[in-house]
């Protein structure tokens, strides 16, 4: 599939309740700054990259609110320093809000091909909970401008277990996302992050069972509307999963610039600091270790509905790969069969078992 490039835009109009992503209001001096200095570390970086990019992602923040033409001038700065397969699958990350039809046609033109919206909800009042400025009708007017321009490769973000949220009103988000007729949906359970102003409010959140029956309902609503999930929070028609996240879920090795963005790179794992004027100054990444272990490569294969394959183990690992094939399927057999999916040559978790995700690695892993 090739490497994947990350490139994480770090500006956004304003900070949701619930976000713990490292973001700042858009100034445009130093928007101008930041893109000058992503391009200037895609030339370094590119100059000693021999491989394939398979995957480009413009995350956030939200990237659609620095403009059109600068994020065009980053995606011509990734096909410039590094070989982009003619394939390759080119994501943007946009709020419903502040974009039209002209803009995506300028992106669609610059040569991105797929978006990610955050719908989040189809309730009025979820949306008002979350601090998103954004109505359902405008989701719909954007997915519809993003149609019109060409773009045939859409997702759309919902949140489950808000405060509040019940099936009924679960079921109004998914069935008016599905109705937009995206090809990709994902659906996150909300979690209350320290230090976000959810976390000072003492919210209450739905009990255990309720997430639990909200997320076994998720799962099997979408796959009654033609969504098959394959990750723990992510459906998709059949062939639009999302590269780029598979290229995360597999273990294999992306390249993430800009201020929070994380990587595994040549058998390492650096991040840059959560410091935009850190950045600007030309400040480098900080080192986290070698990547790529064995216990690392199952943790994030289990996340795949297709879960762990011993014939991957395998290729990757040589007889070290089976030993850890055989020690993970040896524990799973004593787990309740409820939550996993044992085969000889996989080892999968079932939707229960996602939601339990945690403590069941910790079990097979430790």
Known sequence: MGLGLYIHVPFCEGKCPY???????PKAETVDKYVERTLE???GYGADCAREVGTVYFGGGTPSIIGAERLGRLLEGAKRYFHLVRDAEITCEANPTGVSEGFFRQLSAAGFNRLSMGMQSANTEELRLLGRKHGPEGVRQAVEGARTAGFKNISL????????????????????AAGLFPEHISAYILKIEPGTPFASRGLILPEDDSTADQYLFTVERLRELGYAQYEISNFSRPG??????LCYWRCDEYLGLGPAAHSFYNGRRFQWGRDLSAYLRGEGPTEDGPGGGTGEFAMLNLRLSRGLMESECADRFGEEGRELFALVRGRAARCPNTLLNICPDRVSFTPKGFLVSNALLSRLLD
């Open 41 to 43: 570390l895609m030339a």
């Open 157 to 176: 973000d919902l949140m489950l277990a808000l405060p509040g949220s019940t099936i009924e009103s679960l079921e109004r988000s998914i069935s008016f």
């Open 19 to 25: 976000c713990d992503f490292y973001s700042l209001a």
């Open 240 to 245: 639009f999963e999302s590269k780029h996240n």
